[in-house]
């Protein structure tokens, strides 16, 4: 399996280019929160080495990358090698990612999907049981949660286009690493110590228990002789001694063990095909952000942007109780659309354009100061109006961005989907649990089909979002995005918003209070948001409580100014996690 360049879509081109159209007729915002205009003159071009990732180690590896004149894309490929060992509850060889490509020398952004797929044999029910839906925790737990992996492919066809140095030497950190073994994480021990899950499988108790019989903790050097057999096949051998060959029937033997085992074929990954899809970019203030379209729910980023747009109280700042009401409430009409009808365009009509429509926009927006109660779904020109769904979305997911010397990056989203995934391993890695991101039901109580039902082939709805920020004149200036399950969209449209309306740092926006609100409820950081601008929520019906999602793991840069006059860049890494961000 050989991944060439994709020819260039001049359509991919023009779509950037309508949207920076667009933001030519957008006018700063206006306010003492908002940020002061660009200046006059031209910045100088935002180039690296910088990368921002979950561990330092992955870091590392980026920057060496970088350093021997390697292109972003030949970094994130070192980058999500070294992950997919050092931080496996999250992402790995075998799970799905999206990533957005922003090219310095022609200005283009594109969107590559390396999201799994549901098998060949997968049927709406493939979650039922005697005629009913198994428990969510019973269908991880299975062999039939497991979608054909696209990380691979994906960064194969992405470095086929925009990689400089060999595809084989992507991977000594990883390899070395794998063989020599590295110090356990505070984090990663601590989904380690779990007592049932994931975590307990009897894959993962192979791999996670010493020979004493006791746990790994943080600290402990583990060693994974498996997966250095396998990172090292892959670089001689390209994504196809991933895809065929002894790792593929490695895959194939886990999924098809019991319990309820699944029924990925070899023919299922053999034929799997990474998709670029283009970038999917629309204007916000004196910005034009860039998104994945779907089946990455980006476009209902975008969405929330251009409601936030029309609602000035979102420029108070992080201080303001009726900004952070905005923000609220904005989300809610913001999860209610995407939750109906964002879902894999090559089996549903997805009325992109009308979730964006400036009317269906305006509409929307104007009904989130009188909101009370979880929204509904509006009706956007060009909508199926398909049945809602209740697809879960827990743990297990990294960002991160990348910026090579010459000015291309790489913003990428990667999982396994939950905690290790499956807790199933096939050749050193764990086996994502994708598929439990389609909904269980195919109908929902009156008949109508649900947007994300399972099918043949089919990519599951993702809350996956890697954002691309371009100015006014189409030049890349940051990249930002995060984990977190369905709060991916809040924890992005946070970062977004505290950077580019509120003027914070990025390592202060990252450090803002986390508020999710989705359907009827508020989770939200609490121990973060001070008791009196909790109160003040409080006063306008925003009732905090603890948030039950997966935290933030933002990672971004934005290129700016300094006081000095020095353009560098602003990056960071959310200290909720473990990563870090550097710049040479």
């Known amino acids: 399996m050989t991944f060439a360049a994709p020819p260039l879509r001049p359509w991919i081109a023009l779509t950037v280019a309508a949207a920076l159209a667009l933001?030519?007729?957008?006018?700063?915002?206006?306010?003492?929160?908002?940020?002061?205009?660009?200046?006059?003159?031209?910045?100088p071009p935002a180039r690296g080495p910088f990368v921002a990732a979950a561990t330092p180690h992955a870091v590392e590896a980026g920057l060496k990358v970088l350093r021997r004149g390697g292109s972003a894309v030949d970094a994130a490929v070192a980058v999500q090698a070294v992950l997919g060992l050092v931080e496996p509850q999250s992402s790995g060889l075998g799970g799905g990612a999206f990533m957005m490509h922003s090219d310095a020398a022609t200005g283009e952004v594109t969107s590559s999907d390396g999201r799994e797929t549901a098998p060949a044999a997968a049927t709406p029910e493939l979650f039922h049981e005697n005629g009913r839906p198994l428990s969510f925790g019973e269908a991880v737990l299975s062999g039939r949660?497991?979608?054909?992996?696209?990380?691979?492919a994906l960064l194969a066809m992405a470095q086929a286009e925009h990689g400089d140095l060999p595809w084989n030497s992507l991977f000594e950190d990883a390899e070395r690493l794998a063989r020599d073994g590295f110090a356990v994480s505070p984090r990663l021990a601590g989904f380690i110590a779990a007592t049932r899950g994931q975590?307990?499988?009897?894959?993962?108790?192979?791999?996670?228990?010493?020979?004493?019989?006791?746990?790994?903790?943080?600290?402990?050097?583990?060693?994974?002789?498996?997966?250095?057999?396998?990172?090292?096949?892959?670089?001689?051998?390209?994504?196809?001694?991933?895809?065929?060959?002894?790792?593929?029937?490695?895959?194939?033997?886990t999924v098809g063990e019991g319990p309820r085992p699944g029924s990925l074929t070899l023919a299922d990954l053999a034929g799997y095909e990474p998709l670029e899809r283009g970038a999917l970019c629309r204007p916000y203030r004196i910005y034009v952000v860039c998104v994945p379209p779907p089946p990455s729910s980006?476009?209902?980023?975008?969405?929330?942007?251009?409601?936030?747009?029309?609602?000035?109280?979102?420029?108070?700042?992080?201080?303001?109780?009726?900004?952070?009401?905005?923000?609220?409430?904005?989300?809610?009409?913001?999860?209610?659309?995407?939750?109906?009808?964002?879902?894999?365009?090559?089996?549903?009509?997805?009325?992109?354009?009308?979730?964006l429509d400036p009317n269906?926009?305006?509409?929307?927006?104007?009904?989130?100061?009188?909101l009370v109660g979880a929204a509904e779904p509006g009706f956007p020109p060009g909508g199926a109006f398909p049945g809602s769904d209740a697809t879960l979305e827990p743990a297990g997911t990294s960002h991160f961005v990348i910026v090579?010397?010459?000015?291309?990056?790489?913003?990428?989203?990667?999982?396994?989907?939950?905690?290790?995934?499956s807790g199933r391993m096939a050749a050193g890695f764990f086996l994502n649990n994708?598929?439990?991101?389609?909904?269980?039901?195919?109908?929902r109580a009156d008949g109508q089909p649900a947007a994300n039902a399972v099918a043949p082939g089919k990519r599951p709805r993702s809350s996956m979002s890697p954002i691309i920020i371009l100015d006014r004149d189409g030049r890349f200036v940051g990249a930002l995005g995060s984990p977190g399950g369905s709060a991916i969209l809040a924890y992005n449209a946070k970062g977004l918003i505290a950077v580019l309306d509120w003027g914070l740092s990025m390592e202060d926006a990252f450090a803002l209070p986390n508020l999710v609100a989705k359907g009827d409820g508020f989770g939200a950081d609490t121990d973060r948001f001070p008791t009196g601008l909790q109160a003040a929520l409080a006063a306008r019906g925003i009732h905090l409580r603890p948030n039950a999602s997966e935290n933030s793991g933002l990672h971004g840069a934005i290129w700016r100014r300094g006081a000095d006059g020095v353009w560098r860049w602003d990056g960071a890494a959310d200290d909720r996690r473990e990563g870090v961000a550097r710049v040479e």
């Open 23 to 43: 933001a030519g007729c957008a006018a700063p915002s206006a306010g003492p929160a908002a940020v002061a205009p660009v200046a006059a003159e031209l910045p």
């Open 145 to 152: 949660s497991i979608g054909t992996p696209g990380a691979v």
């Open 199 to 253: 975590a307990r499988t009897r894959w993962a108790d192979g791999y996670f228990t010493k020979a004493d019989g006791s746990r790994y903790v943080a600290g402990d050097v583990l060693r994974n002789p498996a997966y250095a057999e396998t990172v090292g096949g892959i670089a001689t051998g390209g994504a196809e001694a991933f895809y065929r060959g002894r790792i593929a029937r490695e895959i194939v033997s």
């Open 298 to 355: 980006g476009v209902a980023v975008l969405q929330f942007l251009a409601m936030a747009e029309l609602t000035p109280d979102i420029l108070g700042g992080p201080d303001s109780a009726d900004a952070w009401t905005a923000f609220a409430q904005l989300q809610r009409l913001m999860y209610a659309d995407r939750d109906r009808y964002v879902a894999d365009p090559a089996f549903i009509g997805v009325p992109v354009q009308g979730l």
């Open 360 to 370: 269906y926009v305006a509409a929307r927006a104007a009904q989130a100061p009188t």
């Open 404 to 421: 090579d010397a010459a000015g291309n990056a790489v913003s990428m989203t990667t999982t396994v989907e939950s905690v290790f995934g």
């Open 434 to 443: 994708q598929l439990t991101d389609f909904s269980f039901e195919p109908l």
